[in-house]
């Protein structure tokens, strides 16, 4: 870069003030590009808060993948698997001879009965999804008059939820809409017409908006649609459509409870607490389990035998450690019935008893109580 010229008739001291000026001038306009430039950076790298592989790595062969679970439309049910297939390498072949796959556990339908009108589901339960990015494989085996396969997002149940569809038969990609049944095909557009072969799927979702790519190409407009908000994601096929989904990871921005929130706002509220914990049922049919914890923990674990007695019985539970004093309470619904257990635990000071315990984690419950009539209430 040329030194910029200097202004006529400056004197010396003027000369060097000059510089100085134009050096600091320099030197912000380089802080602020680096600065721009780090923020552009952190945006990219914070695009999503969360990646989660749907497949989980220690789930064991010939059993049903774990976190998942299965429904149906029509008879029979389907046959959900984890078994090892071989996938597409990501990276490049480095000879023309090198195998480009690898040996991988993958889901599979391996049902080979059912009517073409029978729908297989196989629901990943874990989490509810909003704005995300999926990806996966697809591949079709067998199938007879039917053979499609798909990927399955905003979930509410086997009547509602958004579909994306391959069916190898008629080589033809589709989004379809289920609302209460009812089946809406929005948009379809052709593909490889084969079996046996893996196609790559990716899938964002950002509000009502979705962008689908198929094998890294996007030949598709971006889809509207408002109907549903949020949603699990999962897997599906068609009659005796026999397939497997490998390569299945999410990423998402993590949506906090109602329960997340208020273990998180009572924390916040009451600095000399250690931990809050809230455990209930996530629907009548599963078993109590841990749905909130601050600081964080195995959300999801089963709860323990005081949680569970709490929730069946409404009892109250106390324990003492070293250094801390761990109270296990009662929520009650709107109709006075136990709906889940609040696990308050604090700094004891010296002769602190059960009872005073007691009364320091009763306000944690009042919150909860304030906020949450019914068990549905901790998962909005």
Known sequence: MLPAPLPPGLSAPRQIAFWQAITFASLNAMRSTSLLLSLGLLLLH???AAELYLLDPGSAETLAPKGFTAHHVGTPDGDWQVIMDRLPSAMA????????????????????????????????????????????????????????????????????????????????????????????????????????????????????????????????????????GTGKLGFWT??????????????????????????????????????????????????????AVHPGGPVGSPADEAALDTIERAKIYYKRTKKTAIVTLPIKDRNGEAMAACRVEMNRFRGQTQKNAIVRAMPAVEIIRGRVLDREDFFD
């Open 238 to 291: 068609q009659g005796a459509t026999q397939a497997h989904f490998g390569d299945a990871k999410v990423k998402f921005q993590s949506r906090l409870s109602t329960a997340q929130r208020l273990v998180d706002e009572i924390m916040e509220k009451y600095s000399r607490l250690v931990q809050v914990s809230i455990f209930a049922k996530p629907s009548e049919s599963e078993t109590a389990q841990l749905i």
């Open 46 to 48: 914070t695009a999503w």
């Open 93 to 228: 072949q480095i000879s023309p001879l090198a195998r480009n796959d690898h040996r991988a556990k993958v889901i599979a339908q391996r049902s080979e009965e059912g009517s073409p009108a029978r729908e297989t589901f196989l629901i990943y339960d874990n989490e509810v999804f909003e704005d995300f990015e999926a990806n996966t494989r697809i591949k079709i085996l067998e199938g007879g008059s039917q053979q499609a396969a798909g990927l399955i997002f905003h979930w509410q149940d086997a009547d509602n939820y958004y579909l994306l569809k391959l069916d190898a038969k008629s080589g033809r990609y589709s989004f379809r809409k289920v609302v209460n049944g009812q089946v809406f095909e929005d948009y379809s557009w052709p593909t490889e017409r084969s079996n046996q072969s893996w196609h790559s799927v990716n899938l964002t979702g950002r509000g009502p908006e979705f962008r689908i790519q198929i094998n890294n190409t996007r030949k598709i407009p971006i889809l509207n649609d408002t109907e549903f």
